[in-house]
Nanobody
Framework: QLQLVESGGGLVQSGGSLTLSCTASGFTLENYAMGWFRQAPGKEREGLLCMDENGGVTNYADSMKGRFTISRDNAKNTVFLLMNRLKPEDSAAYHC???????????????????WGQGTQVTVSS
């Protein structure tokens, strides 16, 4: 059974760092594109970063460029989101997702992702 589980969220002060993890079960995530998204209350879901099956990275948003990094540990079947210089406006529920259409690179639209994790909450205090 395919499952994605995020972890690593929490409360952090403005300017701090967090690393989120997304661990997969039921499939080998290195064979697929994996994305990170976030959604704050009352706001639309925002795409952040994607890593495709070849390790190529796509940035979906300018708001976090230079501060957030996506990486993958194939041995742990886990993809990470390293977040630096966090701001209060980064507070949101963070989700990972997988595109099961292998070989197509990172999806353009969030709707192209096939399965999502439950999310982990990040709160940045000012």
């Amino acid at each position: 059974q395919l499952q994605l589980v995020e972890s690593g969220g929490g409360l952090v002060q403005s300017g701090g760092s967090l690393t989120l993890s997304c661990t997969a079960s039921g499939f080998t995530l290195e064979n697929y594109a994996m994305g990170w998204f976030r959604q704050a209350p009352g706001k639309e879901r925002e795409g952040l970063l994607c890593m495709d099956e070849n390790g190529g990275v796509t940035n979906y948003a300018d708001s976090m460029k230079g501060r957030f990094t996506i990486s993958r540990d194939n041995a742990k079947n886990t993809v990470f989101l390293l977040m630096n210089r966090l701001k209060p406006e980064d507070s949101a529920a963070y989700h990972c997702a997988i595109d099961l259409n292998a070989g197509n690179g990172c999806p353009i639209e969030p709707l192209e992702y096939d399965s999502w994790g439950q999310g982990t909450q990040v709160t940045v205090s000012s």
